[in-house]
């Protein structure tokens, strides 16, 4: 069955410093997410890309995040100067369509330091 | 304002009883509510979805749902709960992106 693939499973940061965190979507889908998850937390919404443009964002989105589809096949979330508060698990997703279930892969963990 | 909220942070329940965990949004328009269910240090599994159709939804590994548009309510229910079962639960409005705070499913042998 396929699934959502993310990597690393873990990346440890120095404060300020940027980091890009990968996603493989499933491969016929066309919308890709990302959410993130503070350590006993609910999930929250970043961003939803679609067409090879932003589609949505939420507040939590700000400048210091982008998101990229470099090829026909990952999706990456970059975070250009880290803060303490980012730590947290991120979660990508995709969906064939947009009404349709997200399939989450399993998260990076990110710590900040 | 749309949001999703699930009241209970926390449902214990004996192996064999049946269990609930309680949903409920605020949206306008039509909403698409779905649960998804987190092991510890695992991604988020789908579980059911509700967008238009039938109220009583069934999903995987045996659990149900119920879209209730009176009550604005969509709870989760499973007639007889197994120790595997006890995970966090979310239920998520994901038309809008929402997600509940999430509930700690134990269940008991």
């Known amino acids: 069955e396929p699934e959502v693939t993310q990597t690393p499973s873990h990346q440890v940061t120095q404060m300020g410093q940027e980091v890009i965190l990968r996603c493989v979507p499933i491969?016929?889908?066309?919308?890709f997410y990302w959410y993130r998850q503070i350590l006993g937390q609910k999930v929250e919404f970043l961003v939803s890309?679609?067409?090879?443009?932003?589609?949505?964002k939420s507040e939590i989105f700000d400048d210091q995040f982008s998101v990229e589809r470099p090829d026909g096949s990952n999706f990456t979330l970059k975070i250009r100067s880290t803060k303490l508060e980012d730590s947290a698990m991120y979660f990508c997703?995709?969906?064939?369509?947009?009404?349709?279930?997200?399939?989450f892969g399993p998260g990076t963990r990110l710590t900040v330091l | 304002a749309q949001s999703v909220a699930q009241p209970e942070d926390q449902v214990n329940v004996a192996e064999g009883n049946p269990l609930t965990v309680k949903c409920t949004y605020s949206?306008?328009?039509?909403?698409?509510l779905f649960w998804y269910v987190q092991y510890p240090n695992r991604g988020l599994q789908f579980l059911l979805k509700?967008?238009?159709?039938?109220?009583l939804v069934k999903g995987s590994y045996g659990f149900e749902a119920e879209f209730n548009k009176s009550q604005t309510s969509f709870h989760l229910k499973k007639p007889s709960a197994l120790v595997s079962d006890s995970a966090l639960y979310f239920c998520?409005?994901?038309?809008?992106?929402?997600f509940g705070s999430g509930t700690k499913l134990n269940v008991k042998p």
């Open positions: 997703a995709s969906t064939e369509v947009s009404t349709d279930t997200q399939y």
């Open positions: 491969s016929n889908h066309l919308y």
């Open positions: 890309f679609y067409n090879n443009e932003i589609s949505e």
């Open positions: 949206v306008s328009g039509n909403p698409y």
């Open positions: 509700y967008i238009t159709g039938d109220n």
């Open positions: 998520a409005l994901l038309n809008k992106f929402y």
